[in-house]
Structure formats: C-alpha cells, structure tokens
C-alpha cells in the first residue's frame, strides 16, 4: 500500500507505523502504517467506530497507544529517546508538545465562561506566556479571517454552531500550529452552517497548513486533501489521491464504502 | 373549554400586521375554591403568629430590645462570624485537596482521601469538636519532627495549643471539609469531559486547567451547595459553646444564666442568626449570578 508514496519526501511530520492501541478487550487501531509530509492536507474517511478519530487522538497525544511507532516532527509522541531508550515525557513536557498542535473538536469545545475573544487569548497569555496586548492583536486577525470579529465580545452559548466551530479553529491557530488535526469539524452542524466551517478550513489549506482532517464530507475532502485514507476496522484499508479513491477504488471495501457515501450525496 | 376562544378571528388579528396588536383575550377566570381556603388558613395562622408575638408578654420584647445590641452579644457576635469565615474557609481549602485527591489516578491518594470524607462524615461534628478539645488526652505534646521515635525538633505543650478556639477550627473546619470535599467533586464531574481535552491540547497543565478552565465552570454548581454549608456553619458554631468558646450562643446563655431571662435572650441570638443569614443569602445569590455568565440565557 505504501509502496505508491515512495516519491514523496523523506521528510514527514507525522509518521505512524504499526500503531495498535485497544480499549480494554476491543482492539482499535490493528497496525496503522501512515505518513503526513509538511503542508500536506490528509483526510480520514470510514465508517463510524473504523478508528479514525482514535487515531487523531493519539497524534495529539489525548490518547495512549500500545504498540508501534509514532512521531510528529520526528520525536515520539509522548515520549522522549534517552540513550536508546524511550521515557516519557514529564508533563510540562508532554504540554508544551500539544501546545504545537491545533485540535478542533467535532462538538466545539469552547469555553463556554470566556466571550469569543477571552477564548483565543486565553492559551497564548497563559500557556505560551505572550503579552496580553499581542495576544488580543494576533487574535483580532485571526477572528477576522474567520469572519468573526464582530462577535469579539459574544459568549459561546450565543454563537450558532457554525461561528463556534470557526472561533474554535481561530483558538486552535492561535498557538501557531505547525499541524492541525479536525475531528468530525462538521459533524454536529446543522447541514446549513456546515458550508461556513469548511470554506475557513479551506483558506487553512490554501495558506500551506498541515492538516489531518477526519470527516464525513467526501465531496469535500476530494476538492481539498492531498491524500485520502479510508479506514475500516481499526486499519488503513486504502491511500490515495483522492480522484483515485473515490473513481478508481482498489479494494472491495474502499468500493462499496464510496459507492454509499456518494449515493447518500 | 377555551377551544372555542381560537375563533377564526383571533387568528386574523395575530397574521394581521405588526403595528397593529391583537386584543387581549376575555376569559373569565376559573373559581378556584380550594386555593382561595388554603390561603385564608395561611392568613389566619399568620395573624394568630403576629397577635401572640405582640400579646403574649412573657416574650419580654422589652429585655430583647435592651439586650439586642448589649457588648457581650455583639463581642459574640463577631466571635461567630470569624469563626464561620475561618472554618469555611479551612473547609474549602481542604476540601478542594481532597476532591482533587478523590480525581487522583493514584488508587492510594483517592482511597486516602475517601477515607478522610468517610471518617469525618460519619462521626457527629459534636463528638469531633469535643474530641479535638481533649487532644491533649492522647497527645500531650505536639512536635514537628522525624515520625515513629525520631527527633523532634519543635515540641509543644498540646494544653496550650488547644485553645478553645482551636479545638473549633479544628472541629468545625475538618468537619466541613469532608462536605466540601463531595460537594467540588460533583461540581468537577459536572463539567464537560470535552472542557479539559481542549484545554489539554492547548497545552494547559493539569493545574493551571483546573483553575482556569474546569473550577470557574464548576463554581456555577459549587456555590449555592456551599452557600446553604455557610449558612449551616454560621448555625453549627454554635456548637463550639460546649469548648467554652464565648459566641454568640454561648454569649446569651452567659447573660441569662446570671439575669434567668432565658426566652428574650434566646430571642436575642435567634435574631441575629436571622440577620445574618439573610444577608448571606443575600450575596449568595449575587455570586451565583457572577458565575452563571455564559449560561444559555
């Protein structure tokens, strides 16, 4: 399977190779073997359970893994490799790693006692320690490249879903990720306001963001991703362009898993 | 029965224009004969209540008014007061340490901490206030130094360090904190598992997302919880008369054991607890309103 990417750089943000992790007696991930290259948009697509978010999770390091390898800019997530061994990283350590990393939540995730502004500042004055001033200017910006600066002063529980989801992902670049992952973006949107969210997430991907994205919106993930993964019972199944995953499927599975999703279209 | 109120023309009137409103709807009201009773047995009993506290004369409203604002009272008074605040206030302290202990992942430090909330809810308060009162019974001297026979490096008298005060504080305040304890721990529960992921892969740690992110949101659940524990506590100081501690209780019974006017001087204490707790009730409800900002509204 991986054979088809041998042309592309050696260099890789993310690199997983054999990633096993179980819940309890429920295996979830069963080897994951998968690479994202800088500035590369990579979508997850399989059915519900298939692993995928698990698999997000564990780049972020909000979920431990049991087996096989992973890094993210070419340290072990979690962990750090003193004298040929692996030890994990002390918290303040393990902190300062995701801090590099963006996440967006399917269910948003706001900080529902902070206004719009109060949640974009608020990991840069606290954890990167920036002063409040350049907090409030870089987040300014941002809010207005996601269309949202109006509502500076709005709390979450007056926001649609949609506006959440665009201040979550203002919040999430607000740390300046180099990488930034998306858990079902849209999932929990009303089919109207799922349009706003992904036109935001596309500029991401234009300005040359790394982006591992985990969705439902096959259509989507076709005009944006790089690279499409379908994944099914905790593995990859297929990895391609997305044109040769959704037209030209290799696998029975891959098939019959496109074929449903474009019906329901 | 008010079926045939939705004529077809209060329909008109509502899809006509905005400017003009609809009119109000006549609808004869619905007897309502029980209701009317209920209330008339509430006045009755209300006016009976009033009559007796103005007739009755052994009241003595006479000796309540004298001894209201009478030094020793008040010097309880104040007595009482600290004394909440300074237990609550132990209360709160411990009691956040042993919720987050109760979190730990460590079995050892949740036990531990199950076993404290266990032990000091399941013994009456009373027995541990009298219980820190005789410390010096078991421990007749306090140190700071290495356990189990080592060197003691500070050693004090517990006679003297076991004031009535502190045998209060210590009751009281260990007390509240097996409270407190369960009343954070449900108001950390109640908050969102979805709060704390994000917050972690912002890259908060553990304590800074506890402070910043999860205790604000708990607090909207915490603090009417902990404002009826105020109240209880200013209540429950009263307990610390048995230590011979001279609050506000204790400063009544002082005067009517001398003057054998026992009614108005209980009447005396009952008011300011009155007072007292109407004010706490009061700013109460001002912090809750603090912390529900966000809420849904």
Sequence with gaps: MT?????????????????????????????????????????????????????????????????????????????????????????????????????????????PHMTVLENIIEAPVQVLRRRKADSIALAMALLERVGMHERRDAYPSQLSGGQKQRVAIARALAME???????????????????????VMADLAESGMTMVIVTHQILYARDIAHKMI???????????????????????RTKTFMANVMRTH | MSASLTTTGGVAAFASDAGRAAAPRAVTRRARPVRRVAEALVLVAALWIA??????????????????FDGLILSGLRLTLLLTVICMAVGCVFGLVLAVMQLSSSPVIRRAAGGYVWFFRATPVLVQLVFWFNLAAIFPDIAIGIPFGGPKFLSVDANVLVTPFFAAVAGLGLHEAAYMAEIIRGGLNSVDRGQSEAATSLGFGRLRMLWRIVLPQAMSSIIPT???????????????????????????????????????????????????TSILSLVQRRIERHYARGAAR
């Design chain 1, 3 to 111: 054979a088809r990417f041998t042309d592309t750089p050696p260099s890789f943000l993310v690199e997983a190779k054999g990633l096993r992790k179980s819940f309890g007696a429920l295996e979830v991930l069963k080897g994951i073997d998968l690479t994202v290259a800088p500035g590369e948009v990579v979508c997850i697509v399989g059915a519900s359970g298939s692993g995928k978010s698990t698999f997000l999770r564990c780049i972020n390091d909000l979920e431990k893994f049991d087996a096989g390898e992973l890094t993210v800019d070419g340290e072990p997530v979690g962990c750090e490799l003193r004298n040929g061994r692996l030890h994990e990283l002390s918290p303040a350590a393990a902190a300062a790693r995701r801090a590099r990393i963006g996440m967006v939540f399917q269910h948003f995730n706001l900080f």
């Design chain 1, 177 to 199: 990720p180099r990488l930034m992952l998306f858990d079902e973006p849209t999932s929990a949107l009303d089919p109207e306001l799922v349009g706003e969210v992904l036109a």
């Design chain 1, 230 to 252: 379908y994944m099914d019972g905790g593995r990859v199944i297929e990895q391609g362009t997305p044109a040769e995953l959704i037209q030209n499927p290799g696998n029975e």
């Design chain 2, 51 to 68: 009559w007796t506290l103005v007739t009755n004369e052994f009241f003595h409203w006479d000796v309540v008014g004298r001894y209201l």
């Design chain 2, 226 to 276: 902990t404002g009826n524990q105020v109240i209880s506590m200013l209540k429950y100081t009263s307990l610390a008369s048995v230590v011979a501690l001279q609050e506000l209780l204790s400063s009544a019974q002082t005067i009517y054991s001398r003057t054998f006017e026992v009614i108005p001087l209980l009447l005396v204490a009952a008011i300011w607890y009155l007072v007292m």
